[in-house]
């Protein structure tokens, strides 16, 4: 039985080591800085700093890689809920176009209102990104505001 899990355990570290190897690209992409949100839309410094604190990693090309980024087979997962992050809404790359940046706006007032954002695995590790009641209805007050002069 030990000689089982011996090999077991040199089995399990040699996979482990070995995805070290397999590392999908952790990337800031250079960024237009006039269309960021913040030269698209007036976004007042409380809500820019709920944003910095609790949004900014995954939803902008400004991401803070943490050292678990490095390590297989987190990196994995975090590296794709950052790139997924990105593609359903980037506040580096904020679209020109009213009607889809009002929807951005009422999707962000829904997913923080349903405790969706942010993710709760990002949540675990990083505690100062959880948003309180008051956060909420301050980013739904302005995401409510901002698109009602989108429209």
């Not at 359903?88 to 997913?111: I, Q, R, V, Y």
């Not at 949540?123 to 698109?147: G, M, V």
């Amino acid at each position: 039985m030990k000689r089982v899990f011996t090999r077991l355990i040199f089995v399990l570290l040699f996979l482990f080591v070995g995805a070290q190897v397999v590392r999908p690209a952790r990337t800031n992409p250079p960024t237009d800085p006039g269309k960021s949100i913040y030269k698209t839309i007036e976004v007042p410094k409380d809500v820019q700093a709920i944003f910095d604190r609790s949004c900014r990693d995954c939803h902008s090309h400004n991401t803070t890689w943490p050292w678990y980024s490095n390590v297989a087979p987190m990196s994995w997962g975090v590296i794709n809920h950052v790139n997924e992050g990105r593609e359903h809404m980037n506040f580096s790359n904020w679209p020109p176009g009213p009607e889809e940046a009002g929807d951005l706006l009422d999707s962000t007032c829904k997913e923080v209102k349903q405790g969706r954002m942010p993710l709760g695995q990002y949540l675990l590790l990083h505690d100062e990104a959880k948003l309180t009641d008051a956060d909420r209805k301050k980013l739904c007050d302005w995401a409510n505001a901002a698109a009602s002069k989108l429209y």
